[in-house]
C-alpha cells in the first residue's frame, strides 16, 4: 500500500444517492464495502463526512438563520450521517468508534489527535464528526485539521469527479483535468479544490490532498495501493 494512514472526506450529498434529500441506504452500503475492503488490507483509515444531504449552515443562513445556529445545525447533521456510517459499517462486521468536535453523550466521544490515533492503531475505523465543534469553519476545514491531528499520509477527498479540472467539468465539456498539481499552482489558477482555510492548513503541514471518484467502485482500493487516479495536490 501507498498510503498507510488515510483521512477520507466525504460529501453529505454523496449519500443521498438518487434521492433529493436524506441517506439512500443503497449508496450507504457501496461506501461501506469500499472502507471496509481498505481496512481489511490494514489501511488505518478515518472518516470526515458533512451534512449537505440534510442542512447547511452557510445555507440556512442564506434563508435567514443566524449563522452560528445554523452552523451548529449543520455539525449536528454531520453526526446523523456519521451515526449511518458507524451502523453500516458494523452491520458489514467492521469496529468503529465514533468521535466528535460536539460531545453528545452517550453517542460520541470527544475528539483528540491522540485518542483518534490510539483506537486506529488498534485496528478501528474512526469517523470524526461535528466538524472542528466551532461556527465559521467547513467540514474542509476539519477534514484538513483532523488529517493533521492523526498524521495522515494523504487526505483523500471522496468527490462525484473524478479529479481536479480546469473547470467544473459537470457544466463545462471543455474543462481539463491536472493529474497532478502543487499547492501554489492550485492558488494561482483559483482551482476550486478544498475552502481556503483547509487548503492552508494542508499546504503548511506538507500533507498531500488527492482528489478522486468514490462513486467509481473499487477506487478507493486503487487510490491507497497508488494507482494513478484522480488529481494529487502537494507541495
Keep these: 500500500m501507498k498510503y498507510n494512514r488515510i483521512l477520507l ?3 453529505g450529498e454523496a449519500l ?4 433529493q434529500y436524506g441517506i439512500e441506504p443503497e449508496t450507504l452500503s457501496i461506501y461501506c464495502n469500499d472502507i471496509a475492503a481498505i481496512v481489511n488490507q490494514g489501511v488505518q483509515t478515518a472518516i470526515v463526512i458533512g451534512g449537505g444531504n440534510i442542512f447547511r449552515g452557510l445555507q440556512g443562513a442564506a434563508e435567514g438563520f443566524d449563522r452560528v445556529q445554523g452552523d ?3 455539525m449536528l447533521a454531520t453526526v446523523i450521517n456519521s451515526m449511518a456510517l458507524q451502523a453500516e459499517l458494523e452491520k458489514q462486521g467492521m469496529k468503529v468508534k465514533l468521535l466528535s468536535g460536539l460531545f453528545i453523550d452517550p453517542i460520541t466521544e470527544t475528539t483528540s489527535g491522540r485518542k483518534a490515533i490510539e483506537y486506529l492503531e488498534k485496528g478501528y475505523i474512526v469517523i470524526i464528526a461535528g466538524g472542528t465543534g466551532n461556527p465559521f469553519f467547513t467540514t474542509d476545514s476539519a477534514s ?3 488529517a493533521v491531528e492523526i498524521h495522515a499520509d494523504v487526505l483523500l477527498k471522496g468527490t462525484r469527479v473524478d479529479g481536479v479540472y480546469t473547470a467544473d467539468p459537470e457544466k463545462d465539456p471543455t474543462a481539463a483535468k491536472f493529474d497532478s498539481l502543487t499547492f501554489d499552482e492550485a492558488y494561482e489558477k483559483n482551482l476550486k479544490v478544498m475552502d481556503m482555510t483547509a487548503f492552508t492548513l494542508c499546504k503548511e503541514n506538507n500533507l498531500p490532498i488527492l482528489v478522486f471518484d ?8 486503487k487510490v491507497v495501493a497508488g494507482e494513478k487516479i484522480g488529481t494529487v495536490v502537494s507541495g
Aim: glycine share 20%; net charge positive.
Design 9 to 11: 472526506k466525504l460529501s
Design 16 to 19: 443521498m444517492g438518487g434521492k
Design 72 to 74: 451548529y445545525m449543520g
Design 144 to 146: 484538513a485539521l483532523r
Design 214 to 221: 468514490m462513486n467509481q467502485k473499487g477506487n478507493l482500493a
